[in-house]
C-alpha cells in the first residue's frame, strides 16, 4: 500500500495500558493483517492505575509521543483512532427474557428485535437496581447468547410460528466517567475515536479464531492493572469478567522485598525473564544482585493468590465449572509459574492452560521483520482488527429535546436512543387495555384488553418507526404510544357457556343454559366479568330449577320422578336425565308403585306448560331456549369444515347427521383422534345443530 501524507484506508489502533501505551498502524489486505509500524511508551509516572486514567494530560502526552513517532515513521498524518476499554471498569449482566406472544404466529425480524430491546432494558433495569456506585452507566454493548423458541433452543428465530420466544443475553455497561477519561486524553493528542471496544473483546479477535468458539475456551488477557477475562462456547462468546490485580502487583511486591522504586522493581520483574539474575542499587544507592529463583521465591505467594482468583472467576462466570482450556495473553502472563498455578486451581491439564502469541498470528504481517511475536502484541492488534468486524464510537443525538450520549455498535436504532434516554420500552410499542383475570371452574382465565396506538416516531422531522437507523446529530422525536380498550367480557361470551343441558321432561326434550354462579352470586348471560371474578359455570341443574326455568308451578300433592326414581326439588338433574311428574291418585301413596302406570301413560308436550310457547327452535347461543318440537320438516344451512352444507327432510338435526352429507369415511383411519367441533366447542354427535352453525369434522395426528 502506497504511503499517503493522509490516514487512507491504514487503521490505527491504541492500547491505553496501565504501564505502556501501544500505538499499532496497520490494513487489512484479504484475511491477512499487514501492520506497517508499531510504537510504543511507557508512562513517566503512574497516570493510570488498574487500567483507569488517573492523570489524562499526561496520558494525553504519551499518546502524543506515540501518535508523532508513528507519523514520522510513516510520513503520514493521522486523525483517527482505534482504542480499549479495560475490565476493571466493565460490568456485564446476563439476563434471560421470554415474551408470551398474543396467539401463535411467524416470527419476524421486528419481533427479535423487539425482544432484544425487552432484554436490554430487563438487563439495564437489573443493573441499576444493583449498582450503588451513584456512576451514570451506559450500556456499550449487548450479544444474544441463544434463542428459545416455544421454550426450547433454537439457532435462528426468524420465519418459525411460535407462541412463545425468548433469549439469554450479556449486557455490558461502562461508567461516564471512564469514557469521558478516554476520550479527553485522546483528544488531547489531536486524535478522534473512531472505534471503542473492549479490552478482552479486542484480545479474542486474534487469540480465538472463529473456529474454536464452538469450544468452552477462556481468554485472560494479563496486563499490569487488571486480568481481563472472556469465555467462548456454541460460537459466541458468554460471559465477561475482571480480576483487580495483575503484573502491577507482582512489581509491588518485588519493590518491598528489595527496598527499590517501582520502577526498578519492575525492570527486576522483567530482567528475571530472560536471565538467571539481575543487578540493580537500591534505595540507598548500594549495588545488589538477585538471583532469578529468589524473585520466583519472593512472588510466589502472589502468582497463587492472582492466579486462583482468575480460576475461581472463571468458574464463577462458566456456571460452577471449569473451561475446558485457557489461553494466556498480556504482559502479567508471562511470568514464570503463573499458567502452571492457573490450571491446578481450575482442575484441568496444564498443557491446556498456554500462551498465546506467535502460533496465533498466522495471518498478520510485520513489516518489521524483526519484531518479536509474544503475547504482548494480542490485544493491540486485536483493537486494528476489531475495526473491521465493528465500528463502535460513541455519537450524540437529540431525543425529545433531550442532548443524549449512545455507544453507536454500528447499527443503531431509534430503540436504541429511546433506551439510553430513560424512555419506557411500552411507551414505544401498542399497549393492551387493562386486562380481565378471572377463574372458572378453578382454572385461570384472561381477556386480555385491545391493542392501542404504536408510538409516533419521526427522525429529523419525517416519519419513522423505532427500527430506523439513527447516525450522530440525529433530532429524534418520539409521541408515546396508547393503550387500547379495557377488556370486556360477558358471561354469554365464554364458550362454556354455550354449551347447554339436554334433560326429558315429560317426554320432551328440554335445552338448559347453564347455572352461572359468580362469587357465589347467581348472573345472567349479560352479566359482565370484572376483574378477580370467580365463575362456577354448574354442570346439572336441580328439580326446581327446572321448573323455574320452564316457569311451572305444580300443585300441592303432585309427585316427582327423576330416572323413574322418587325426587324432591333439591334433586339433581344432568345430562339426558328423565323427569316426570303428575297428579298424586286419590287412593294411592306410593308413585313407584300403583301409580308408576299414570307416568308411562302421560302425553308428549303439547307446548301447554308456562314457559313452552317457542313454535320453533333456536341456536343455542340465543336466549329464547326450545321446549316445544316444531310442526313438520325443515331445512337448514350450516357450514362444514369451511363449506356450505344443506340439511333437509328432518323436523330435528343433531351431530351425527352431518354425516349423510359429507365424503367423510369414519372407518379409514387417517390420524391419532377424530376432531368434532361445532361452534368452537367440542361436539357430542347426539347434540343438536341449528340454523349458521359451524362445524369442523377432521383427524389429527
Not at 478522534?192 to 486474534?206: G, M, Q
Not at 490485580?245 to 522493581?265: P, R, Y
Not at 429511546?418 to 410499542?429: Q, S, T, V
Request: glycine share 10%; hydrophobic share 40%; aromatic share 8%.
Amino acid at each position: 500500500m502506497a504511503q499517503t501524507k493522509g490516514q487512507g484506508n491504514l487503521v490505527f489502533g491504541l492500547d491505553i495500558g496501565t504501564r505502556s501505551i501501544v500505538g499499532t498502524v496497520g490494513f487489512r489486505e484479504g484475511d491477512i493483517f499487514n501492520i506497517l509500524a508499531q510504537e510504543a511508551r511507557e508512562h513517566e509516572t503512574r497516570a493510570m492505575l488498574d487500567g483507569q486514567i488517573h492523570d489524562i494530560a499526561q496520558v494525553g502526552n504519551t499518546i502524543l509521543e506515540v501518535k508523532h513517532a508513528l507519523e514520522n515513521k510513516l510520513d503520514i498524518k493521522l486523525n483517527d483512532v482505534c482504542i480499549a476499554a479495560a475490565g476493571r471498569v466493565l460490568e456485564t449482566v446476563e439476563v434471560h427474557i421470554e415474551w408470551e406472544l398474543d396467539k401463535e404466529k411467524s416470527i419476524t425480524s421486528d419481533d427479535v428485535a423487539h425482544l432484544t430491546s425487552m432484554g436490554i432494558e430487563k438487563a439495564y433495569a437489573q443493573f441499576v437496581e444493583s449498582n450503588t456506585s451513584g456512576l451514570h452507566f451506559y450500556c456499550v454493548g449487548n450479544s444474544v447468547v441463544r434463542y428459545y423458541l416455544n421454550g426450547y433452543q433454537i439457532g435462528n428465530l426468524e420465519n418459525h410460528k411460535a407462541r412463545s420466544i425468548g433469549a439469554d443475553m450479556i449486557a455490558t455497561f461502562l461508567p461516564d466517567e471512564v469514557v469521558d477519561g478516554l476520550y479527553k486524553a485522546v483528544e488531547m493528542a489531536g486524535l478522534r475515536v473512531v472505534n471503542l471496544t473492549l479490552e478482552p473483546i479486542a484480545a479474542i479477535s486474534v487469540a480465538i479464531p472463529e473456529m474454536y468458539r464452538m469450544l468452552n475456551i477462556g481468554l485472560v488477557d494479563v496486563g499490569a492493572g487488571t486480568s481481563d477475562i472472556c469465555i467462548t462456547k456454541d460460537g459466541c462468546i458468554i460471559a465477561y469478567g475482571m480480576i483487580p490485580v495483575a503484573g502491577d502487583a507482582l512489581t509491588e511486591t518485588i519493590a518491598k522485598a528489595c527496598l527499590v522504586d517501582f520502577n526498578t522493581a519492575e525492570l527486576i520483574k522483567r530482567g528475571i525473564e530472560t536471565a538467571d539474575y539481575v543487578e540493580y542499587n537500591d534505595i540507598m544507592g548500594l549495588p545488589q544482585r538477585i538471583e532469578k529463583q529468589a524473585v520466583l521465591d519472593m512472588i510466589r505467594d502472589q502468582i497463587d493468590d492472582m492466579a486462583g482468583m482468575v480460576g475461581d472467576k472463571f468458574k464463577e462466570l462458566n456456571g460452577g465449572k471449569p473451561v475446558s482450556a485457557v489461553f494466556v495473553v498480556g504482559g502479567g502472563g508471562r511470568i514464570e509459574g503463573y499458567t502452571q498455578k492457573l490450571s491446578e486451581h481450575l482442575g484441568i491439564m496444564a498443557e491446556r492452560v498456554a500462551l498465546r502469541g506467535e502460533e496465533v498470528m498466522g495471518k498478520i504481517r510485520f513489516k518489521d521483520e524483526d519484531v518479536k511475536k509474544d503475547s504482548l502484541l494480542v490485544t493491540p492488534i486485536g483493537i486494528c482488527l476489531n475495526y473491521y468486524d465493528q465500528s463502535n464510537n460513541f455519537i450524540y443525538v437529540s431525543f425529545n429535546e433531550e442532548h443524549i450520549k449512545i455507544y453507536d455498535s454500528g447499527n443503531l436504532a431509534v430503540v436504541d436512543a429511546a433506551m439510553h434516554a430513560d424512555f419506557p420500552n411500552d411507551g414505544l410499542f401498542p399497549r393492551r387495555g387493562k386486562a380481565i383475570n378471572y377463574t372458572l371452574n378453578g382454572k385461570k382465565g384472561i381477556k386480555r384488553g385491545n391493542l392501542g396506538e404504536a408510538a409516533k416516531i419521526s427522525v429529523n422531522g419525517l416519519e419513522a418507526d423505532m427500527h430506523t437507523p439513527i447516525h450522530a446529530n440525529d433530532v429524534i422525536v418520539v409521541e408515546e404510544s396508547t393503550a387500547g380498550d379495557a377488556a370486556v367480557l360477558k358471561i354469554a361470551d365464554l364458550p362454556e357457556f354455550k354449551s347447554m343441558i339436554a334433560v326429558k321432561v315429560n317426554g320432551s326434550r328440554i335445552l338448559l343454559p347453564r347455572i352461572v354462579l359468580v362469587n357465589g352470586e347467581e348472573k345472567t348471560e349479560y352479566y359482565e366479568v370484572c376483574d378477580g371474578d370467580d365463575i362456577v359455570m354448574s354442570d346439572h341443574y336441580t328439580v326446581a330449577q327446572v321448573k323455574r326455568f320452564m316457569d311451572v308451578t305444580l300443585e300441592e300433592g303432585v309427585q316427582i320422578l327423576v330416572n323413574n326414581e322418587t325426587a324432591s326439588d333439591d334433586t339433581p338433574v344432568y345430562e339426558n336425565f328423565d323427569i316426570k311428574w303428575a297428579m298424586k291418585a286419590a287412593d294411592t301413596e306410593d308413585i313407584t308403585g300403583a301409580y308408576k302406570s299414570s307416568f308411562d301413560e302421560l302425553p308428549e308436550d303439547d307446548g301447554s306448560y308456562k314457559g313452552s310457547k317457542q313454535s320453533e327452535e333456536t341456536s343455542a347461543g340465543d336466549n329464547n331456549i326450545p321446549v316445544k318440537k316444531a310442526s313438520g320438516a325443515r331445512t337448514i344451512n350450516v357450514s362444514v369444515n369451511g363449506e356450505g352444507i344443506r340439511l333437509s327432510g328432518k323436523n330435528e338435526y343433531v351431530f351425527v347427521d352431518v354425516f349423510d352429507y359429507i365424503d367423510f369415511d369414519l372407518q379409514n383411519v387417517g390420524g391419532k383422534r377424530l376432531i368434532t367441533d361445532l361452534n368452537g366447542h367440542k361436539a357430542e354427535y347426539m347434540e343438536p345443530i341449528y340454523e349458521g352453525a359451524e362445524i369442523v369434522i377432521r383427524w389429527e395426528n
